[in-house]
C-alpha cells in the first residue's frame, strides 16, 4: 500500500540504501542530524567508486581502455548533474574540490573584469564559501555591500538588497539556502531584481540542493555551485554558469590544458571516482519518488520535462514534500521547550520559505555541551557558526559558542526526532 501525502511512511525500504544509517551509535542505530555538514552515502555511490577503481582507473583522453573509460564516466556525471539542475548543456557543469575552492576560482577569473568603483553584493545569510571569495575585490578598488537579514526570523530583507543594488553592481552573491537556519530566500525575485541592475548572479545551492528540485533555467542564475556530498554523494564541487560567461572569462589554468569550456575550468587531475560517485547519486535522486510510493507523486505537476529529469523533479519534489512534515514535526517538538531561543522562521504559515535546518540555544547547556550531551546517547548534531560568519555576528552569537544545529534529511524519521526531543527534555 502507498502512503499518502501527510500520511506516516514506512522509510525501511529508503533507509536499507544507506549502509551507514545502520551503524551502531551508544546501544542504539545512530541518528544522524548533521546532514548539513555531510549527508550519508547512498550505496549506489560506493559501488560506483568501487567501480571506477575497478575498471576505470586512469588518467583523462588516453588511447586505451581504462582512459576511454575514464573519459565516458566524466561525460556521463556531467550529464547527470545538468539533468539535476535542468542546466541547457552537460559543457556548463564545471567539477572541482569543493564549492569553496571552485568559487575562489572564479572569484579570481571574475576578478580579472572588476574594475575600481565595481561593487559587489554578498549576504549576512551567506555561508563565509559566499562571502570571502568576493571580498577580495576590495584590493582591486571594488566596494563591497552586505545585505541584511530581518531578526529573529533570519530571513533576507529585499528592501535592504533593493537599496544596495545600483547601476555599478557587477555582481550579486547570495544564498538558496542557509546552512545555520534553514532560510530559503525568494531567488526569482532576487535574480530578477539584480539583472534589472544589470548585476551577473552567483547562487550557493549547496544547502538547498539536497531538498528541493532546482530548475538554473527558471532562476536564469548566471553561476550557481553545489556539492556532492551534501546530497548523499562522495566529496566533490560543482558549478554551473551560463555559456557564454565561462567561455568569456579567464580563469587561472596550466597552457597545455584545454582552453575548451568547461575543462579550462577544472584545474589538473580531477577526482574521477567521485564524478562516478556523484553520477550514481544522482540516480538515486532520480529513482527515489518510486521508493516513496505513487501516492508521493502525485503532488509534481511536470512541466516539460522527460526521461532523467522528470524523474529528478519527482524525486526532489517527494523529499520537498515529505521533508517539510518532518520539518514541522521537528518544530512542534522544539517550540515546547519554554527556554529555547530558536533562530529563523517560526511562524509555521511562512514555513515554505524554509528547509528543514534548525538552530537554537538554550541556557541548559552551551551548544557544544548540548551536541556532546546528543552524540554520548547516539544523536550526531553540530555546533559553532558552522562557517555562517555574518550570520552568527548579527545574531550575537559568534564568540559565545554560536547555536545547536539540527539538519534534517530524507531518510529521517519521527521517530528519531521524539527520540531528539526525549534526550532534549531529559536535561535539567
Ligand atoms: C551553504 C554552504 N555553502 C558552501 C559550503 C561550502 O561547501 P564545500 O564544503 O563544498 O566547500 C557549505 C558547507 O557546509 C555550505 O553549507
Redesign the pocket.
Known amino acids: 500500500m502507498t502512503a499518502k501525502i501527510g500520511e506516516q511512511l514506512d522509510l525501511t525500504p529508503v533507509r536499507a540504501e544507506f549502509p551507514s544509517l545502520a551503524m551502531n551509535a551508544a546501544g542504539r542505530t545512530a541518528v544522524f542530524f548533521d546532514n548539513?555538514?555531510?549527508t550519508q552515502v547512498h550505496k549506489g555511490v560506493i559501488e560506483a567508486i568501487a567501480n571506477y577503481y575497478l575498471t576505470s582507473n586512469s588518467n583523462t583522453g588516453g588511447a586505451f581502455l581504462t582512459s576511454q573509460r575514464s573519459d565516458e564516466q566524466i561525460t556521463g556525471a556531467r550529464e547527470a548533474i545538468a539533468d539535476l539542475l535542468n542546466a541547457p548543456s552537460a559543457r556548463q557543469i564545471v567539477f572541482g574540490?569543493?564549492?569553496?575552492?571552485?568559487?575562489f576560482n572564479l572569484a579570481r577569473a571574475f576578478g580579472r573584469t572588476i574594475r575600481p568603483g565595481d561593487e559587489i553584493i554578498v549576504t549576512t545569510l551567506?555561508?563565509?564559501?559566499?562571502v570571502a571569495p568576493w571580498l577580495y575585490y576590495e584590493e582591486l578598488g571594488a566596494v563591497i555591500k552586505v545585505v541584511d537579514v530581518t531578526t529573529p526570523d533570519c530571513t533576507l530583507d529585499l528592501d535592504s538588497l533593493r537599496s544596495a543594488l545600483s547601476d555599478k553592481t557587477r555582481l550579486v552573491a547570495v544564498?538558496a539556502?542557509?546552512?545555520a537556519v534553514g532560510t530559503t530566500p525568494d531567488m526569482a525575485e532576487i535574480i530578477s531584481l539584480s539583472h534589472a541592475a544589470g548585476a551577473k548572479v552567483f547562487v550557493?545551492a549547496?544547502?538547498y540542493a539536497p531538498h528541493a528540485p532546482i530548475d538554473v533555467q527558471a532562476l536564469d542564475c548566471d553561476f550557481l555551485?553545489?556539492?556532492a556530498?551534501?546530497f548523499f554523494g562522495p566529496?566533490l564541487?560543482i558549478l554551473y554558469g551560463k555559456l557564454e560567461l565561462l567561455e568569456e572569462l579567464n580563469p587561472y589554468k596550466v597552457r597545455p590544458a584545454s582552453n575548451a569550456v568547461p575543462n579550462k575550468w577544472e584545474t589538473g587531475t580531477q577526482n574521477h571516482e567521485g564524478m562516478a560517485g556523484t553520477a550514481a547519486a544522482v540516480n538515486y535522486l532520480a529513482g527515489v519518488g518510486q521508493r516513496f510510493g505513487q501516492a508521493w507523486q502525485e503532488k509534481y505537476v511536470g512541466q516539460n520535462f522527460t526521461g532523467r529529469r522528470l524523474d529528478l523533479k519527482t524525486g526532489m519534489s517527494v523529499i520537498k514534500t515529505y521533508e517539510q512534515q518532518l520539518a514541522l514535526h521537528m518544530f512542534d517538538g522544539l517550540r515546547t521547550f519554554r527556554d529555547f531561543q530558536i533562530y529563523g522562521i517560526t511562524d509555521k504559515a511562512l514555513f515554505d520559505q524554509r528547509g528543514p535546518t534548525f538552530a537554537f540555544t538554550w541556557p541548559r547547556l552551551t551548544p557544544r555541551q548540548t551536541s556532546e550531551y546528543l552524540g554520548q546517547h547516539g544523536v550526531f548534531t553540530w555546533s559553532g557558526n558552522?562557517?555562517?560568519l555574518n550570520l552568527m555576528e548579527r545574531l550575537g552569537l559568534e564568540g559565545h559558542g554560536g547555536a545547536v544545529r539540527i539538519g534534517l534529511a530524507h531518510y529521517n524519521t519521527t521517530e528519531e526526532i521524539d527520540y531528539l526531543l526525549n534526550l532534549l527534555e531529559a536535561v535539567k
Do not use: F, I, R
Open positions: 548539513p555538514g555531510g574540490p569543493n564549492m569553496t575552492t571552485l568559487t551567506d555561508h563565509d564559501a559566499n544564498t539556502a542557509s546552512n550557493d549547496v544547502q555551485a553545489c556539492s556530498y551534501k566529496h564541487g558552522y562557517y555562517a
